[in-house]
């Protein structure tokens, strides 16, 4: 597959200061000072400064982007300094987007960084979008992601994407505009938004895959300014850290009218695509046609709350919840999975011996399943995780 044209034009008269500074730049074969002048002028909006957007903005920024918007309304908190590599410690506790434009500005100094601090919604999308060239969309739930595609595909800029979750990641590019039959979006390969699932705050997340595909949206974005190498326009790459592989699988434009929902499986070439997870936040991406995730752990458990504690009760179990709503399970125990993490456990728990048996609830499986690991890790040896919901739509 070949390259594409640039999708941004250089105005020229890149600075002394910026020529040095860009130096390897201008000596690489097939880039050279056109393809730096292209990237002079783009302006690129970051939608996430977490785990992906961290090295996706460092990097685009190095590369001497003329305009690097970030949106993101989370403030910095301890536990993202393990992968979100813009902040620091002394961030902790300020805002991501104000933190880091900082870090940017600080980075490269010619560069005009715009940080948004909103949440980007259906509402507000196409708004905060329209001005840029492209967007890089690192974001953590479903929601933002469809948001973003939509408000994309209206104002035709091409979309970097990538999602990170475990041990697996994902990057591709969308762009409603593409040519060459290329002109996919991410609802024509992952169909109609599901609800939320899994995040790494469930089930955890390897820091340097972060860096990983955070590098590859940077590289992707930069081919897609420049028009220089051959970017992943109708391709979805897919990474295991366990093995270091990347995977391909080249995807076809959806047959149908855009604004039809996709038919189970349209935009993928193989049977159900990729079983990679996705996100840096609650979700599992996969590819329309593949099999749901397991959200909860296999085996009977009742759906009442009330039942669940009377049963463990009378069996001498310890009943543990870490739903998100303290006080849900009459009778049971509740922990924040954040603190369970942290290595603070509530009395009952410590109480409780080893060798006797511990239920963890929650409402969907996701945050139970987490703390029995944790649990296990910690020497308990009798460990269940339940589902409330099980058998009720996730």
Sequence with gaps: MGGMEPFVSGKGGLEPAERRRTARHLLLDGFGVAAQERLAASRVVVVGAGGLGSPALQY????????????????????????????????VGRAKAESAADALRALAPDVTVVAHRE????????????????????????????????????????VVWGSVLGWDGQVSVFW???????????????????????????????????????????VEAVKVLTGTGDAALGRLLVY?????????????????????????GAGTSGAGGPGARGGSGPEADRPAGAGPEAETVAGPFPASAAEAAAEAAAAGVLLLDVGL??????????????????????????????????????????????????????????????????????
């Design 60 to 91: 685009l920024a190095a590369a001497g982007v003329g305009t690097l918007g970030v949106i993101d309304d989370d403030e910095v908190e301890l536990s993202n300094l393990q992968r979100q590599v813009l902040h620091t410690a002394s961030d």
């Design 240 to 264: 295991d850290a366990r093995t270091s592989a990347w995977d391909t699988i080249v995807l076809a434009a959806p047959a149908q009218d855009r604004g039809a929902a996709p038919e189970p």
């Design 325 to 394: 709503v303290p006080g849900a399970v009459p009778g049971a125990v509740h922990a924040r999975l954040e603190d369970l993490a942290a290595g603070v456990f509530p009395d009952a728990l410590l109480d409780h011996p080893l060798d006797r048996p511990v239920v963890v609830v929650c409402e969907r499986g996701l945050r139970s399943r987490g703390a029995e690991q944790l649990l296990r890790a910690e020497g308990w040896q009798d460990v269940t995780s339940h589902a409330l919901l099980a058998g009720r739509p996730a």
């Design 119 to 158: 949440r980007l919604t259906r509402e507000n999308a196409a708004s905060i979008l329209d001005g840029y060239h492209l967007v890089v969309d690192g974001s953590d739930t479903f929601e933002t992601r469809y948001a973003v595609s939509e408000a994309a595909a209206a104002l035709g800029l091409p």
């Design 176 to 218: 409603s505009a593409a040519p060459d039959g290329r002109a996919i979006t991410y609802p024509d390969v992952f169909g109609p938004q599901p609800p939320e699932g899994e995040s790494c705050a469930t089930v955890g997340v390897l820091s340097p895959a972060c860096g990983v595909v955070g590098a590859t949206l940077a």
